[in-house]
């Protein structure tokens, strides 16, 4: 039978008080427990116990990987150890390695993880950010390793993008995994990365969830400030999200289900730590079962559309993604990885009308596919190089049927087509340990289509246009790291669009400054531009589901979009506590709205303008023994301008959340955790419309002056991990959560639809919140 002991060694009466006024005040004892010895022994005990009980003595806290210790125990001899040699043992006897993050917070990885990995780990400066699995870097950059994730309130499964939602300064409007909005940008200025891959299509169910299955990624690095010159096409952010790098030295996989969809993942060795395949499915079960929890998403999905307003109707929907990646390591100074990844949606939608035989068919296929090649070569201890090359091909086609008496007599189509492809190559130079140099050249290839077709007897292009762009950017960066004076990143992004003749150069520069021994100074400020952003459609289409369309710029109606952003923050972590505060400011030229004859009935056309973006982001957390709890607060104020519109003066843009207010509090034991967590922010703004009694006519006030009700909603969640035996691989997870425990019904938005021309009538939509909405997780993984 396993036995564990541990007790305290050797304390005479003057240590007994001092521990006495440990116990009393445990936020002083970090370093005192560190130094102290204890006497343990392990046989054959489970690490995940071994860890756990590391944990209650010294007052550390572990985060790694759950399939990092797959059926795996310890045996240690009966001696006093501190808690470095504890840690010096495991590592012998583990092949792993210990990465103190800070005086409590320690990471564990592979004794083979990257070079890269383990100086990401050195650059950490605040764990367990929102929860354990999210770390801050140096840089900014956020780190989410969804297998290491927390509960987080609402979410069952650790979805990236609701959980990237989470992090102050990020927001959804639209209450939808997709649609988040960074420091006031739009969704389209979100550059999301799978593997080096251009992801176009990022959702499930309408944006609902996310696209990317969380058990087949790795880690998610998150950027909205000082972004590295190596990423250029987006404003806002960069959501880099990469799968299993490792090569699996066993066996391994997992199936769950979920109240919208099942998955099941394999890694499967080859050769032995040098090739492997790692792949995974997710897809729909709605045709067999429609749960509690589908059914709600779809109320939201589908409200205010002929879907919910229509009888003898026939509602198939599905969603499915899979991904497979070959990772191949040759010989310790180079890796291979191949990559792809397929996302599908469907919906076939069928309206019978009974009296008259005639029917109508609305069918709507979206599908992303991309293919990604990624090579490292370390070429001596001071250079490596890293090429990426990829393709992604993203298609949205939607097709409304008409028959009569079983024949087709129209079809109305709507087509957006991407094809993007793109290669780079990029050199590091580390000179010194404090500093490093890195040299870099891209080629894309961006082939955007969109058009409008109706057939009846005649076919008609309501409206069409294809734009190709070739794009050669290359890039340079600078680090120096001294900690008795600052860290600096300096980089240089120089882009040459050249189907446009347009250079644009994109300055970068990321300052870190320790001021005192537990506070550091952050200050960044960087020109981005972008080519590629979603379009209100031209021509409204019945369904009034995806209607925005991607198309590149043209240098005209359509210019390359261009921001300026500066911030300033600070960020202070110690004992448990972390307070992270920053301030920003955004000017972005370049931008395109179209008018659709609101104002002016006689305006149907897009007008060019810009945007002015002010805000600061606060966080403030407390780590307890067992529980956490962290509240946030944003404040930002959006206002647009655009010629010929509003007298040319600014006015309040339409995703402007004033303030958004975020608390949330934790409580884990063991294997099992709970997260309770309220969200409240001010309403997005509208244009009222006043309807003149006499003719029932809509008349609009000024644009965006007024503002929809405060949104607010709790959200519960709750998950359990367990092993069906100590002896067995086999382990399972148990989740459950609810989203808007309340039940409250929160405005949206209120949109107007129809003016295509003078004549049509104007349709006013009000959207509304996902009401109650249970889930649920069952998983097993071995």
Do not use: C
């Amino acid at each position: 039978m396993t036995k564990t002991w541990l007790y305290f060694a050797h304390m005479n009466r003057r240590n007994t008080l001092y521990w006495i006024f440990i116990l009393f005040f445990p936020f002083t004892a970090a370093f005192s427990q560190e130094t102290a010895a204890f006497r343990v022994q392990f046989n054959e005990t489970d690490v995940s116990e071994v860890l756990s009980h590391i944990e209650d003595v010294f007052d550390v806290r572990f985060s790694y990987q759950d399939a990092l210790f797959t059926d795996t125990v310890v045996t240690l001899v009966d001696g006093d150890y501190t808690l470095d040699e504890l840690l010096t043992e495991l590592e012998l006897s583990l092949q792993i390695r210990f990465q103190r993050i800070d005086e409590r917070y320690i990471s564990v990885y592979a004794a083979t993880s990257d070079f890269a990995d383990i100086q990401q780990l050195n650059d950490v400066i605040v764990t367990s950010y929102l929860t354990q699995g999210i770390y801050k870097r140096k840089d900014g950059t956020f780190t989410l390793r969804p297998n290491e994730l927390g509960a987080l309130p609402g979410l069952t499964e650790s979805d990236v993008l609701e959980s990237i939602q989470l992090l102050p300064g990020v927001i959804s409007p639209n209450e939808t995994a997709t649609g988040f909005n960074v420091r006031g940008g739009r969704a389209d200025q979100n550059r999301i990365l799978w593997d080096g891959i251009n992801i176009y299509h990022k959702g499930h169910l309408f944006g609902m969830i996310s696209a990317f299955n969380p058990n087949r990624i790795e880690d998610v690095q998150f950027q909205n400030k000082g972004t590295h010159p190596r990423y250029g096409e987006r404003l806002s952010s960069v959501v880099s999200i990469s799968s299993g790098r490792n090569i699996s030295d066993r066996f391994s996989g997992g199936i769950g289900i979920n109240g919208v969809g099942a998955d099941a993942y394999l890694d499967v060795p080859i050769l032995k730590e040098k090739l492997d395949v790692q792949a995974g499915i997710r897809r729909s079960y709605d045709e067999l079962f429609q749960s509690f929890t589908f059914d709600r998403m779809a109320d939201k999905v589908f409200e205010s559309t002929k879907i919910t307003n229509s009888e003898n109707t026939n509602n198939d929907f599905f969603f499915q993604d899979y991904t497979i990646k070959l990772n191949y390591r040759p010989n310790d100074r180079h890796r291979v990885h191949l990559s792809t990844i397929q996302i599908d949606n469907d919906l076939d939608y069928v309206v019978r009308d009974t009296d008259n035989g005639s029917l109508l068919n609305d069918l709507l296929e979206i599908s992303n596919e991309g293919y990604g090649l990624q090579w490292h070569a370390q070429w001596d201890d001071r250079m490596r190089q890293e090429v990426v090359a990829s393709i992604s091909k993203y298609r949205f086609t939607y097709n409304l049927l008409e028959f009569e008496d079983s024949e087709q007599v129209s079809d109305f189509e709507k087509k957006n087509v991407i094809f993007d492809s793109g290669v780079s190559t990029e050199f590091f130079f580390e000179t010194s340990d404090a500093q490093e140099y890195s040299l870099g050249y891209q080629y894309s290839l961006k082939d955007v289509s969109y058009a409008f077709l109706e057939t009846a007897q005649l076919s008609f292009v309501l409206d069409s246009d294809q734009t190709v762009e070739r794009t050669h950017s290359l890039f340079g960066n600078y680090d120096y790291r001294n900690p008795k004076l600052f860290d600096v990143a300096i980089g240089v992004r120089v882009n040459y669009f050249q189907n446009l003749d347009d250079f644009r150069i994109e300055p970068r520069i990321f300052i870190y400054k320790d001021v005192f021994k537990n506070v550091r100074l952050q200050v960044s400020g960087e020109v981005r531009s972008q080519i590629i952003s979603e379009i209100d459609e031209t021509v409204l289409s019945d369904l009034s589901l995806e209607n925005r369309l991607w198309r590149l710029a043209d240098g005209n109606t359509f210019p390359i979009i261009k921001s300026h952003q500066v911030s300033a923050g600070m960020v202070y972590n110690n004992k448990g506590w972390t307070l992270d505060a920053d301030a920003y400011y955004k000017k972005i030229d370049g931008l395109t709205a179209l008018a659709l004859g609101f104002l002016n009935p006689l305006d149907s056309q897009f007008h060019i303008g810009e945007q002015k973006i002010v805000g600061a982001d606060f966080y403030i957390k407390k780590d307890f023994s067992s529980f956490n709890t962290w509240f946030s607060y944003s404040i930002n104020q959006v206002r647009s301008k655009y010629r010929e519109l509003n007298n040319d003066d600014y006015f309040t843009a339409s995703n402007s959340i004033r303030h958004n207010v975020t608390a949330s509090v934790t409580y884990r034991l063991k294997g099992f955790e709970v997260a309770l967590g309220w969200n409240w922010h001010t309403g997005r703004p509208f244009t009222e419309a006043i309807t003149i009694p006499s003719t029932d006519e809509l008349y609009f006030q000024k644009i965006n002056t007024k503002r929809l009700p405060n949104y607010h909603r709790l959200d519960i969640s709750s998950t359990y991990t367990f092993r069906f035996s100590k002896t067995s691989p086999l382990r399972g997870k148990m989740g459950f959560s609810i989203r808007n425990l309340y039940d409250k019904r929160n405005y949206l938005s209120r949109e107007y639809f129809g003016n295509n021309n003078i004549n049509d009538p104007v349709t006013v939509v009000d959207r509304f919140s996902l009401g109650f909405t249970p889930n649920f997780l069952l998983r097993l993984y071995w």
